[in-house]
DNA sequence: ACTAAATGTGTAAAAATAACACACTAAAAA
DNA sequence: TTTTTAGTGTGTTATTTTTACACATTTAGT
C-alpha cells in the first residue's frame, strides 16, 4: 500500500495486473520473498524498485491468508503500508504501468486487493491519530494549511482552523521555518502565514513513529 | 500466545520445546498451517486442539520472518493472541507439557518467542486500553474487584477504585446480576460489593470487539 | 479489644477537546 | 470600479474527560 497526497486527495499507487483473468483491474504492488529475506526488507525493496525512493516510512499491517485468493496457488500476502511524498516520486521517470488512484474512487480490484486496501485504510486512519505520520506524505517544508487538508483527506472529516493549529503547536514537533511560497497563487487572508509559512519537522523531538 | 489470568497474574500457556538445541527451553504454541487452511483457521485450530476449548477470543497481531529464526529452515511465523479463562482451562485435563508461566518471569524461550512474547504482550496492552477484551480472561460472572485486579496486572499500574468503577458503569456493558459469590473468604469493607457482588458481560451491548 | 487492611462513596481540580464570531484580505464576478 | 465571495488570523468559553483525593466503616487477624 504505497500512499500518496495530491490534489488535496489520498492517493494510491496501483499496477495493471498482468493476470488474464484480471484483465484490465488494478492490484496493489507487491512480489514474492526470496528464501533468505526478512519480510520488512523485501517490503522495502520492493519500495525502492517500483517507485526509486529511499528512506521511506513502511510499516507492517496485517497479513492476509483465505485459500484461493491468487488463482496460481496458495499466496500469503504480508500486507505493509507506505507513506511518501507523491511529487518527488513523479519527478522520477514514472513507470507506465503503474498509476495513481484517488483511494476514494476505486470501484474494483484485483485478487482481495480491495480487502485489503479497505483494512490498510482503515489502519492508516487510526495510524495518523496516534502517530505523526502525516509528514511522510508532504515535501520537507509545508504549509500548516497543507498539513490541515490532508488530515481532512485522510480522515475524511472537516477540522477546524484553530484547533488544528492549537493542536499540533503544542505538540512541538513543527519548526517555523520562517520561509514563505510566493510562487503559488496567492489566496485571500490577511497575512498568509497559515497558507504560505512553511514549517517542518522538528526531528530532534521527533524520532520515530513513537511518541 | 494463549494468555490467562490467575492469582492476580497475567499467564501465557507455553510448551517445552520438541527441538534438541533449544532444550529445556519453552516456547509458544504453534503449528504449521495446512495447505488450504486459512490462517485465522489455523491458529483457531491448534488453540482448540491444545485447550479443549470452544469461543475463544483470538486476534491476529503481526508476522515475524527474520531469516533464521527456526533452525529448521524458514519459517514465518503469523502471531495470534488469544485471551481464556484459565480456569475453564485448567479444569479439562492438562497436557503434561503445557505449562502456565506468569509473564513477568519468563526469561529465555526457545527460537525467537520471547521477541514475539513482548511485542505481542505490549499489543496487548495497548489493545485493552481501546477495546473491552478483559472479561475474555475472567469467568462469565465476576466482581469488580476482579476486573480491576486484572487490569492492574495487563497494564502493571496501580488504579483508582473509583475511577474504575465510574468508567465500566458509564460504558454500560456490565449487568449486575444480583448474586453474590459466597464461598470464598471475605475480605474487610462495608457491603462487599466491589468484592462479591457478580457482575457479566451485557452481550446486548457489547457485540464483538470493536464498539 | 485492638490493629491493620480493604471497602463504599462523591466532589473538586485539571486537562483535553470542541465550539464558536468577527474583522480583514484578495480573487472573482458583476 | 464596485460588489460579492471565499478564505484567512486570532482568543475565549463551554463541555467533556481524566485525574486526584479523605474519611467513616467493616472484617480479619492478632
Redesign the pocket.
Known amino acids: 500500500m504505497i500512499f500518496g497526497f495530491d490534489e488535496n486527495e489520498l492517493k494510491i499507487l496501483l499496477i495493471r495486473s498482468d493476470l488474464e483473468i484480471f484483465k484490465g483491474q488494478w492490484s496493489l504492488l507487491g512480489d514474492f520473498a526470496a528464501d533468505n529475506e526478512e519480510l520488512d526488507g523485501a517490503a522495502y525493496r520492493v519500495l525502492c524498485e517500483r517507485t526509486g525512493m529511499t528512506d521511506v516510512y513502511l510499516e507492517q499491517v496485517r497479513t492476509f491468508s483465505k485459500p484461493g485468493r491468487h488463482p496460481g496457488g496458495r499466496v500469503l500476502t504480508v500486507a505493509y503500508c507506505s507513506l511518501l511524498n507523491i511529487e518527488q516520486h513523479k519527478l522520477g521517470k514514472m513507470d507506465n504501468e503503474l498509476h495513481w488512484h484517488t483511494v476514494k474512487g476505486i470501484r474494483e480490484m484485483a485478487f482481495d486487493h480491495k480487502e485489503i486496501m479497505e483494512f490498510s485504510y482503515t489502519w492508516l486512519q487510526k495510524r495518523i491519530m496516534e502517530h505523526p505520520l502525516g509528514f511522510n506524505l508532504l515535501p520537507e517544508k509545508f504549509s500548516?494549511?497543507e498539513l490541515q487538508n490532508l488530515y481532512e483527506a485522510i480522515l475524511d472529516i472537516k477540522l477546524?482552523?484553530?484547533?488544528f493549529?492549537?493542536?499540533f503547536f503544542?505538540m512541538d514537533f513543527l519548526i517555523d521555518t520562517g520561509e514563505y511560497e510566493d510562487d503559488v497563487?496567492?489566496?485571500?487572508?490577511?497575512?498568509?502565514?497559515?497558507?504560505?509559512?512553511k514549517y517542518e519537522l522538528n526531528k530532534r523531538r521527533w524520532t520515530g513513529i513513537d511518541f
Chains 1, 2 share one sequence.
Open positions: 500548516l494549511r477546524d482552523r484553530r484547533n493549529r492549537k493542536k503544542s497563487p496567492h489566496r485571500p487572508g490577511r497575512l498568509y502565514q497559515f497558507n504560505f509559512e
